[in-house]
């Protein structure tokens, strides 16, 4: 309790992080779920390390001397948000082309695709020693740098996408449920796919700038999941999912702060936990 | 003399297929307002693929799919898919999956007002699933899908309702009474109706007009006679030879 007072002080030194990772946890659950019904949880787990991929090879780019070098943050910021958001977008882009067409395994390319950006990660960073310090903090999810400025603009572009979600909720819902039906009312499926997916894409470069690939995707997962075990409807599905990744993200800042450990991992550990709990507790009830 | 009733549908030349393959070649049919058609055929003959591009899912392959204009707009077609197709992760009640029928006449991003919700309630009592509206529709049986589902195509106040298999995969007494409902919609409410199947004697028993699909081609005729066992055994007697 004592901690918890601490860290939600308004003169707490990681106050931004505190408030990032509140942020994060209570919107990247709404995007994650979208992933968990249309069974797309693979291309959670590899869209984060391809954000990352995509922040690596811009960074990479300004070593080579193929960019300018940018010397404050908030230059560094917006190379990495486009380094970020043009892998995310591709890889999406790409992979749904594929599930269209229906042209080979999805999920081929997609576990090929983690993989790969993955290595290439590595590889780009340890040959760039401009981007090697900063991005090795991403990769471990080190929520401990957050600017002011970094903060308005995350809290702002999530606060947009939870809204978009809940306004054409009824819209995203028919077309992942039953887009054939969708399509015989004359919707426009392939568009609100695609709408859907930049939400996606646009959340997961956003999050893994903030907190790293990990974090992620253990916020992306991890709650829905856990509120998938114990919802009876889709309203209780997405406030559930997004509850439990909010109080988490506390919870997950408070034990990190008390016990002097890394608040990324503490914090996907502790979704562990709950998730653990909700299972038990589903074994139980139903 | 009665009016011969006006087409809905018709079909020119149409070839239907997955990819590049075809399924189907060059069919040509039509489909008057207010008839109850069968579309019999083996699993894999292509009626499902023939629905999935009447509808617009899937794209032909060559020729027409022309509808006629009811009251100057394009006619709405109401669509009942095989039960077994949605995926059951989704945490929605009876209700809820009949409301999206509705989504045809909503606007993107408004709410669905309490009279479409009240028509969404309606179509659910007419096809005798009313007590089904708070269950979760994965929960249900196949036959009670089947009826939620058929609510949700009446939903959409359908000009065309198009059904693929809705008795597979059901147990004789309720396969009987889905039959029976189809029959009711049909005779009290006109509705034009195109039922893909694989039991030739329900098409036989329910439809007034058959379309049977074998080998790709369509033999097309009033159900009595094109499925009357004489007939019956002359097709595949002649195919034999």
Known sequence: ?286 | MTAPAKTLLSLDGLTVGHGRQPVLEDLSLRFAAGTFTGLLGANGSGKTTLLKTMLGILKPLAGRIEFTPVDGREPVLGYAPQHESLDPIYLLSSFEVVLMGVCGRVKPGRFISQSERDWARHCLERTGAGELSRLQFSELSGGQKQRVLIARALAAKPDFLLLDEPTAGIDASVKQSILDLLRQLHEEQRHTILMASHDLPAVRQYAQRAIWLRQGKALEGPAAELLAPESVEAILDLETH
């Not at chain 1, 709650?223 to 919870?251: D, E, H, S």
Request: charge should be positive; proline fraction near 3%; aromatic fraction near 8%.
């Open chain 1, 1 to 286: 309790m004592e901690t918890l007072r601490e860290i939600l002080d308004p003169h707490f030194l990681l106050r931004n992080s505190v408030y990032i990772s509140v942020v994060l946890g209570l919107t990247c659950p709404l995007v994650g779920l979208c992933l968990v019904v249309r069974r797309l949880v693979f291309m959670g787990v590899a869209l984060p390390q391809i954000s990352s991929c995509g922040v690596a090879f811009a960074f990479a780019l300004q070593g080579w001397g193929l960019l300018p070098h940018a010397h404050q943050r908030a230059g560094e910021q917006v190379l990495a948000l486009l380094g970020s958001t043009v892998f995310t977008l591709g890889a999406i882009l790409l992979f749904s082309l594929q599930a269209r067409r229906r042209r080979g395994s999805l999920e081929a390319s997609v576990g090929a695709a983690y993989v790969l950006a993955g290595a290439w990660s590595i590889l780009l960073l340890v040959k760039n020693p401009i981007g090697e310090h900063g991005l090795l903090d991403l990769l471990k999810g080190e929520i401990i740098a957050v600017s002011s400025f970094e903060l308005a603009v995350t809290a702002g572009v999530f606060a947009a996408v939870a809204a978009t979600l809940a306004v054409f909720q009824k819209e995203f819902l028919l077309v992942s449920f039953d887009p054939e039906m969708a399509v015989s009312l004359k919707k426009n499926v392939l568009g609100w796919d695609t709408f859907l997916l930049l939400l996606v894409g646009l959340t997961i470069s956003m999050a893994v700038l903030s907190v790293g690939p990990l974090v992620t995707f253990g916020f992306l997962l991890l709650p829905p999941l856990t509120a998938r075990l114990l919802a009876r409807n889709m309203r209780q599905f997405a406030l559930l999912a997004a509850g439990l990744g909010g109080v988490t993200a506390l919870a997950g800042f408070c034990l990190a702060c008390r016990l002097d450990l890394p608040v990324g991992a503490t914090d996907v550990a502790l979704l562990g936990g709950v998730y653990g709990v909700g299972f038990v507790v589903n074994r139980i009830v139903r």
